[in-house]
């Protein structure tokens, strides 16, 4: 059996973005047939809300959309288990400075707007304190696909899987 490819995504409190990001991917990937090809985590840089489930609405939105979030919990990053991700995912630069100041950088750390053509670069804005969390998760729903597209590529999960 090939190692499946592994993805990371990281906020701030992991109970808006990062676990949108999670939901949201889980099902792009189970919907493909490829849940046993890749693997899906998210956590936080910070310990405000551990063990929280995601933000009241995060969930009406996940909700709203017929996404599950299932199991997901606020949880800390843990450096050493996160440099074994395929790809990391941050949704700013913020956290792309945390994740550095942890010793995990490199190429295999993105945000998610990098696989948005048109959108490199820019950043998912933090709903929890500006609000719009329909539109953020739009943002994240079209990012996603594009790094799921980009996986399905890059490693040639094509192969043998009806789309």
């Known amino acids: 059996m090939q190692k499946k490819v592994s993805v990371l995504f990281v906020c ?5 973005r990062s676990p949108t990001a999670e ?6 990937v189970e919907e493909a047939g490829l849940a046993d090809r890749i ?3 998210s956590c936080a840089l910070g310990r405000w809300n551990l ?5 009241p609405e995060t969930r009406r939105v996940l909700d709203a959309h017929g996404i599950s979030y299932d199991g997901i919990r ?3 990053i843990d450096p ?9 995912v941050a949704m700013d ?11 995990i950088d490199g190429e295999r750390v993105h945000l998610l707007t990098d696989f948005i053509p048109g959108r490199e670069g820019e950043e998912v804005p933090d709903p929890y304190y500006y609000g719009n969390f329909e539109g953020v998760y739009e943002l994240i729903a079209e990012g996603v696909q594009g790094l ?16």
Do not use: M, W
């Open 93 to 103: 630069r913020s956290n792309l400075e945390g994740l550095a100041r942890l010793g």
């Open 39 to 41: 693997a899906v985590d």
């Open 51 to 55: 063990g929280q489930r995601p933000h």
């Open 23 to 28: 939901a949201v991917f889980r099902a792009k």
């Open 12 to 16: 701030l409190g992991n109970i808006c």
């Open 148 to 163: 799921l597209d980009h996986i399905r590529s890059a490693h040639g999960l094509d192969r043998g899987v009806s789309q």
């Open 74 to 76: 606020a949880k800390l």
């Open 80 to 88: 050493k288990r996160a440099k074994t991700f395929d790809y990391i």
